[in-house]
């Protein structure tokens, strides 16, 4: 299990833009495939977006195409989340997924990830 920490949400107007940070614990987050997960009041959790090990493939959810960037650095075992044109409707506590794996593949359901972070709070006003 890795240990994971949540950075950088807040509040921000519509058309802003956000940049969260997930710090891990451990040596070895090169090896873990990675998540950034939102639920919004009475809403289902679900995945924004993730990435794989080494970084060269990436999944994000249709509503943020475009909009959201995910990316990692290994050395400084991190991974983040990069937010612009924000609206509204990205309102939600944004939580941070971890998963060892062998393979450089990308994952996106949340039962697949066995450590999150306490999760960061977003707010895009209008």
């Known amino acids: 299990q890795v240990q994971l920490v949540e950075s950088g949400g807040g509040l921000v107007q519509a058309g802003g833009s956000l940049r969260l940070s997930c710090a891990a614990s451990?040596?070895?987050?090169?090896?873990?495939?990675m998540g950034w997960f939102r639920q919004a009041p009475g809403k289902e959790r679900e995945c924004v977006a993730a990435?794989?090990?080494?970084?060269?493939?990436?999944y994000y959810a249709d509503s943020v195409k475009g909009r959201f960037t995910i990316s990692r650095d290994n050395a400084k075992n991190a991974v983040y989340l990069q937010m612009n044109s924000l609206k509204p409707e990205d309102t939600a506590v944004y939580y941070c997924?971890?998963?060892?794996?062998?393979?450089?593949?990308?994952?996106?359901?949340?039962?697949?990830?066995?450590?999150w972070g306490q999760g960061t709070q977003v707010t895009v006003s209008s």
């Open positions: 997924a971890a998963e060892k794996t062998t393979s450089d593949s990308i994952f996106w359901k949340g039962w697949y990830f066995g450590s």
């Open positions: 451990g040596r070895t987050f090169s090896r873990y495939a």
């Open positions: 990435i794989s090990t080494s970084g060269g493939n990436t």
